[in-house]
């Protein structure tokens, strides 16, 4: 019997602890086969697929791409190497350029690697070293190296010794890393100049073009051979080559006046250089491109006028038609074969904060080793394939999620996110990204319950920002939404809202995203905490001079049109304030940082405030130190508060009854905290689940003396821990409750839980998944006589209620106060008031409501009741209809659509007799001249 006890404990342990997984029909695009950072300094291998560098700090990896942009499994590169470039042969093995490594400490070397990414265990990492004249150590530098078709190796750079031999500036090695001895070696490009070479080009007769900053070759001085010769394959000058140079290297009159940086041999043999331009007598003849003949001399009818901003061009790559792929100064650009520019060739990119390392040909396309952001919003990181004409080629690694780091492309930077999840299920998203799934905005966009992208949402193109990527903040959503579906958003931290270029603390935009310019909030004023009441008006606390009066600090209420609400006014506050919260009968919950009373020697920190702003002295004050708050659907108050009596145990999670006394049946729990409440932690984010689970986040991964390494605990109803889930790695500075039994999580992360999943995820909370919620217009319109059967809503078999459901948050639309009763669909509507549908699919109910706010207007019947007057409100015992045309009859109804009252008249004023009945809400229908007029009527 005992056994059997522990076997039902244990199963019911096991139910109550379902740990929440991952919702992968939330967001479908993001599958996993695509991530957004594939690595940087790419390299084209001779099947079409690419290698890259793939920094994962504190190493770096070479990963293999498929053509497509997706991460290669297969490829089993294991080394752990700081990885500068990789060079490619034509058989799909590769050398890299590697520094610090620890075969050879502190220098500059090559290492070897197979095909399948393993390391070429035959190779021998040669040591590079570069003397100065001095004597001295300088750095060393590879700028070029390619392979022979016999697997030996050219690399050029600046170094003066290579496994402590001679070999200033060049060297060719064996496939095994040893120096080929039969290549001229020894003092090629004296180091007494400070020459260095910086690119190679091999001919299809075996012979070198060798470029760099020179004018002595093996000691002998060549005064027409600056910055350019031809080598044979063995080492030796090719004197059949020849650039006739004038004036010097620092004062060119012919030739050359600056370094060459790449070299591409043309199938006809003629030579292509870029960077330095090609003076005759004095003047520039050929801008950042020269062709030259295959005996050196100059292709007159290749005409480069390409200035770049004087700027010079390190890399470019040719196509088959003989074009060529420059990166410009401030984008790519193309010229035709001639050297003019090609004009077909448009590229929109306004991120180039750097040169890219390499621009090369995969088939028709081009890959671009730089950041990518065209002025719609599109992104891409570290590496950008083009389409032949310039655009983005979207099919190459497309993006899911958030696009990473647009602003700002160092994908190290913050990438703040703000969600919130709109009263009909759908997501606002605010922050530093401007593209979700490959579709571009501004800043803000909407997505789909499901998290897809809503293409109906359009921000406004008054609205602009401006961003301070330095600060990295943890706050609540600054976005909120009112009843007939209009978003206020504040400034963040990091971002500046502005309309029409003038900086704006508060803004109101319509459900589409246009600008709602019928609200105006007074510049100058910085908000800290803002809530909507029920009507409409807007509950806030900020800083500035509407938050101020003589040297004190008060809440503020705004009207629809964002004027303050002279009618309310606060009690005053000696310290400005923390948060705020409203209840369910609009009186307001404060929190400030203490207010310490010398005559009990306590401090008060929560207090309550009636609707008109006095304090409600019926709330009892908490004494903690608290600065974090969170009602429940039942009014009672979930607290994040401060004890500094005990060291790293000084952050407590506990309940406070409605009347602001401790709740004792709630057990209480600790985070990590230090001495010092300025600099506290607090449990800030706490979210409450249609079984009425808690959820928090542990601080500093700690709770109860406990480490937890996962980003949320699970609480029972009293508090008690039931389980742990979420991978604590990445950054999740934005979290948001979705329909009751969803968590979203947006932030800066590209794995989760061991899945894929880009910058954003949703989380399911409930054993059993419900469907979401039905959609449509939170705002909707009626005449007269019309009912909820007239609403229109996307869905399976819509259900009505007067109520929201418990876990939705208490400062949404509930206008009706009533039992939780279900609406039969001939319940007559009444103008202002709000109602919930669920969806019922495969016979599993909605947990969420969408709520939906009736406005109404005037029909013909209306006419007839231009005059109609009702009093008292709210009913004590009588109720006094009066209308200037006759009243025929007048029908009384509850909530549920049951009939109570029926009586006939031929009146212009009736009195009905509502003693008997039960205080609440009820529905009365008046007919006058055939026509039907609904009102909404309150018995106390």
């Known amino acids: 019997m ?12 096991k139910t109550i602890a379902q740990i929440p997984t991952i919702d992968n029909t939330f967001n479908t695009n993001d599958n996993g086969n695509y991530e957004q950072y594939i690595g940087k300094n790419s390299a084209l291998l001779p099947d079409g697929k690419l290698l890259s560098v ?14 497509d942009g997706r991460i290669d499994n297969t ?27 620890n075969d050879v400490a502190g220098s500059t070397s090559i290492k070897s690697y197979n095909d399948n990414g393993t390391l070429n265990a035959n190779f021998t990492i040669p040591k590079f070293d570069n003397i100065n004249t001095s004597g001295s150590v300088d750095y060393v530098i590879i700028n070029e190296l390619i392979y022979q078709s016999d697997g030996k190796i050219i690399v050029v750079g600046d170094f003066t010794k290579v496994n402590n031999i001679s070999c200033n500036n060049i060297v060719r090695l064996n496939s095994n890393g040893t120096i080929d001895t039969s290549f001229t070696i020894g003092i ?69 006046d600056w370094d060459i940086s790449k070299i591409i041999v043309q199938p006809d043999n003629k030579i292509i250089v870029s960077q330095g331009n090609f003076r005759a007598n004095g003047y520039i003849v050929s801008r950042n491109f020269t ?94 394939r083009l389409n032949s004409d310039g655009s983005l080629d979207l099919t190459f690694n497309p993006q899911s999620g958030t696009n990473l780091l647009s602003t700002f492309p160092d994908r190290y930077y913050y990438n703040e996110s703000n969600t919130k999840v709109l009263l009909d299920g759908k997501l606002l998203l605010f922050g530093c990204f401007t593209a979700y799934n490959d579709s571009p905005f501004n800043h803000i966009c909407r997505l789909n319950q499901d998290g897809q992208f809503d293409s109906s949402f359009h921000l406004d193109p008054a609205i602009s920002f401006t961003f301070n990527t330095n600060y990295q903040a943890d706050y609540e959503s600054i976005i909120k939404q009112q009843n007939d579906g209009k978003i206020l958003f504040t400034n963040s931290p990091s971002i500046t809202v502005l309309v029409n270029g003038v900086n704006k603390n508060l803004v109101r935009i319509n459900e589409n995203g246009s600008l709602d310019a019928t609200f105006n909030f007074a510049s100058g004023n910085n908000l800290i905490d803002y809530k909507i009441q029920n009507d409409g008006k807007i509950i806030a606390i900020g800083t500035g001079p509407l938050f101020t009066e003589n040297t004190k600090f008060k809440v503020i209420r705004l009207n629809l049109n964002g004027s303050v609400d002279s009618s309310f006014t606060s009690m005053l506050f000696s310290e400005n304030l923390i ?64 004890n500094n009596t005990v060291t790293n145990k000084s952050t407590y999670l506990a309940r406070l009854n409605t009347d602001g006394t401790k709740d004792v049946s709630f057990t209480e729990n600790y985070g990590y905290g230090n001495s010092s409440y300025s600099s506290n932690e607090s449990f800030s984010k706490i979210f409450i689940t249609s079984q009425g689970k808690i959820i928090i986040s542990p601080i500093k ?130 103008d202002g008031a709000t109602y919930f549908a669920t969806q019922t699919i495969n016979g599993i109910e ?95």
């Not at 010769?229 to 090719?238: A, E, K």
């Open 2 to 13: 005992k056994n059997l006890y522990l076997l039902i404990l244990l199963l019911s342990l």
């Open 54 to 67: 793939y920094n994962n700090s504190p190493n770096e990896k070479i990963i293999r791409l498929n053509q």
């Open 75 to 101: 490829f089993n590169y294991t080394d752990k190497t700081f990885v500068q470039k990789i060079y490619v042969k034509s058989d799909g093995k590769f050398l890299v350029t590697i520094s610090n490594n």
């Open 188 to 256: 090629i490009f004296p180091k007494d100049y400070g020459d260095y070479l910086t690119a190679i080009a091999l001919q299809s007769d075996g012979k070198y073009l060798v470029a760099g900053n020179f004018s002595i070759y093996n000691s002998i001085t060549k005064t027409y051979t600056y910055r350019l010769i031809r080598i044979n394959n063995d080492g030796t000058l090719d004197n059949t080559f020849s650039i006739y140079s004038t004036g010097g290297l620092s004062n060119t009159i012919d030739g050359f």
């Open 291 to 384: 062709r030259l003949n295959s005996n050196g001399t100059r292709d007159i009818s290749f005409k480069s006028t390409e200035n770049n901003n004087d700027i010079g061009i390190n890399v470019f790559c040719m196509q088959n038609d003989g074009k060529i792929i420059f990166p410009a100064y401030d984008k790519m650009k193309r010229l035709n074969s001639d050297g003019t520019k090609d004009n077909t060739f448009i590229d929109v990119n306004t991120n180039y904060t750097n040169y890219p390392s390499k621009v090369y040909m995969q088939n028709d396309k081009i890959i671009i080793n730089s950041h990518y952001k065209s002025p719609s919003g599109l992104t891409r990181n570290g590496i950008t």
């Open 579 to 642: 948060s705020i919260e409203i209840q369910n009968d609009n009186k307001i919950l404060v929190i400030h940082p203490t207010i310490w009373n010398y005559t009990t020697n306590t401090t008060i920190s929560l207090q309550r405030l009636n609707q008109d702003g006095t304090l409600d002295t019926s709330f009892i004050p908490a004494k903690e130190y608290i600065n974090y708050s969170k009602l429940q659907p039942d009014g009672k108050i979930i607290i994040s508060y401060y």
């Open 701 to 830: 991964n700690y709770l109860n003396d406990v480490t937890i390494n996962k980003k949320y605990v699970i609480l029972s109803n009293s508090g008690i821990v039931e389980n742990y889930f979420g991978d604590n790695d990445g950054l999740y500075n934005s979290i948001s409750q979705q329909n009751c039994d969803y968590l979203i999580v947006s932030g800066y992360f590209d794995k989760i839980d061991g899945v894929k999943k880009n910058n954003m995820v949703r989380y399911s909370l409930s054993n059993s998944v419900t469907p979401l919620a039905p959609t449509g217009n939170l705002s909707q319109t009626f005449t007269s006589g019309q009912t909820i059967s007239n609403l229109v809503v996307n869905g399976q078999n819509i259900q009505w209620y007067n109520t929201p459901n418990l876990c939705a948050s208490n400062n949404t639309t509930n206008k009706i106060k009533n039992v939780n009763v279900v609406l039969p669909t001939n319940t007559l509507l009444v």
């Open 846 to 940: 909605s947990n969420y409501r969408l709520p939906i706010t009736v406005t109404k207007t005037l029909g013909t019947n209306d006419y007839a009741f231009e005059n109609l007057n009702i009093f008292p409100i709210p009913i004590q015992d009588f109720l006094t209809i009066s209308n200037n045309s006759a009243i025929d009859s007048v029908e009384i109804y509850n909530l549920l659509g049951q009939i109570l009252f029926n009586e006939k008249y031929n009146s212009n004023a009736v009195k009905i007799d509502f003693s008997s009945f039960n205080s609440g809400v009820y529905l009365a229908k008046v007919y006058s001249d055939n026509n039907i007029k609904s009102i909404k009527v309150v018995k106390k």
